[in-house]
Nanobody, 127 residues
Framework: QAQLVESGGGKVQTGDSLRLSCAAS????????MAWFRQAPGKEREFVAG????????LYADSVKGRFTISRENAKITMYLTMENLKPEDTAIYYC????????????????????WGQGTQVTVSS
């Protein structure tokens, strides 16, 4: 059974860094765009960053541009989100997702375009 499993979340202070990982199992996701979303309490799930299957094209939400970096290692079937200069407003549950449309040239920003989701990992940033 296909699965995405996130890890690397935790409690940090403003200005700290974290790296989230998303490990895939049960099938290959190497041919598919993937993304990170997040959901804060009382808010809708929002797009954070996306990456095409080749890793050549990435997209970021304006709120994280310049601070977060998305990457993937298809050989390891793993995707990463490196988060730097974290702010309290980055506090949320972070989810990884895979879009099962083959060979997307641009990652989608809408959660509805993604077919597989992980269970999420909590990131808490204190001031």
């Amino acid at each position: 059974q296909a699965q995405l499993v996130e890890s690397g979340g935790g409690k940090v202070q403003t200005g700290d860094s974290l790296r989230l990982s998303c490990a895939a199992s049960g099938r290959t996701f190497a041919d598919y765009a993937m993304a990170w979303f997040r959901q804060a309490p009382g808010k809708e799930r929002e797009f954070v960053a996306g990456i095409t299957w080749t890793g050549d094209t990435t997209l970021y939400a304006d709120s994280v541009k310049g601070r977060f970096t998305i990457s993937r290692e298809n050989a390891k079937i793993t995707m990463y989100l490196t988060m730097e200069n974290l702010k309290p407003e980055d506090t949320a549950i972070y989810y990884c997702a895979a879009d099962m449309g083959l060979y997307r040239v641009t990652p989608a920003r809408s959660a509805g375009e993604y077919d597989f989701w992980g269970q999420g990992t909590q990131v808490t940033v204190s001031s």
